[in-house]
T-cell receptor, first 113, second 110 residues
Framework: DAGVIQSPRHEVTEMGQEVTLRCKPI?????LFWYRQTMMRGLELLIY????????DSGMPEDRFSAKMPNASFSTLKIQPSEPRDSAVYFC???????????FGPGTRLTVL | RKEVEQDPGPFNVPEGATVAFNCTYS??????FFWYRQDCRKEPKLLMS???SGNEDGRFTAQLNRASQYISLLIRDSKLSDSATYLC???????????FGAGTTVTVRA
């Protein structure tokens, strides 16, 4: 049974470039979450979707960040333009019901030079 | 005040020892509680849910104290493979969002 799938696993880019991270949630899960993790700030929720609709994007740092979920099996997180302070591990997670926890993908390790 | 607070550790224990640590949460309305485990450079993985009456999963025991607003995790007969960061997680009623603690690092030595 496939878990949450993320791509790419590693991304190195230069400041100012556009970065697109991809996520495929577990089949049947109706909630999807994007997180960012750094040593300094820990795990931060950026945005979450329920039934493909963005419910809470208050964690999105600024307008350079955008996220979409065009269907139940795919979501993207885009950073344009990227900055060195965006360097972090970005996790996607999905869940099926409230109160049952979330399942995380392996993450995308982003380095912006 | 942070929503979820944990002692960062590290807790350094020998194999076979018992280690226990707590996590406090600030919102008395918190409804669901979990422990996640995160290995170095890996994703967080759900270790166990925490139920009001307390629960065990093998060598792991979780407890919830609503009156004092804390949850605990106890690991018996520690294995080298238990070395990880343990994240305390709480949710509010009717809310999908998870509030994560910063994690407690456990290192089990041979």
């Amino acid at each position: 049974d496939a878990g949450v799938i993320q791509s790419p696993r590693h991304e190195v880019t230069e400041m100012g470039q556009e970065v697109t991270l991809r996520c495929k949630p577990i089949s049947g899960h109706n909630s999807l979450f994007w997180y960012r993790q750094t040593m300094m700030r820990g795990l931060e929720l950026l945005i979450y979707f329920n039934n493909n609709v963005p419910i809470d994007d208050s964690g999105m740092p600024e307008d350079r960040f955008s996220a979409k979920m065009p269907n139940a099996s795919f979501s993207t997180l885009k950073i344009q333009p990227s900055e060195p302070r965006d360097s972090a591990v970005y996790f996607c997670a999905s869940s099926s019901l409230q109160g049952v926890g979330q399942f995380f993908g392996p993450g995308t390790r982003l380095t912006v030079l | 005040r942070k929503e979820v607070e944990q002692d960062p550790g590290p807790f350094n224990v020998p194999e076979g020892a018992t280690v226990a640590f707590n996590c406090t949460y600030s919102n008395s309305a918190s409804q669901s509680f979990f422990w996640y485990r995160q290995d170095c450079r890996k994703e967080p993985k759900l270790l166990m849910s925490v139920y009001s009456s307390g629960n065990e999963d093998g060598r792991f025991t979780a407890q919830l104290n609503r009156a004092s607003q804390y949850i605990s995790l106890l690991i018996r007969d520690s294995k080298l493979s238990d070395s990880a960061t343990y994240l305390c997680v709480v949710t509010l009623p009717n809310d999908y969002k998870l509030s994560f603690g910063a994690g407690t690092t456990v290192t089990v030595r041979a």
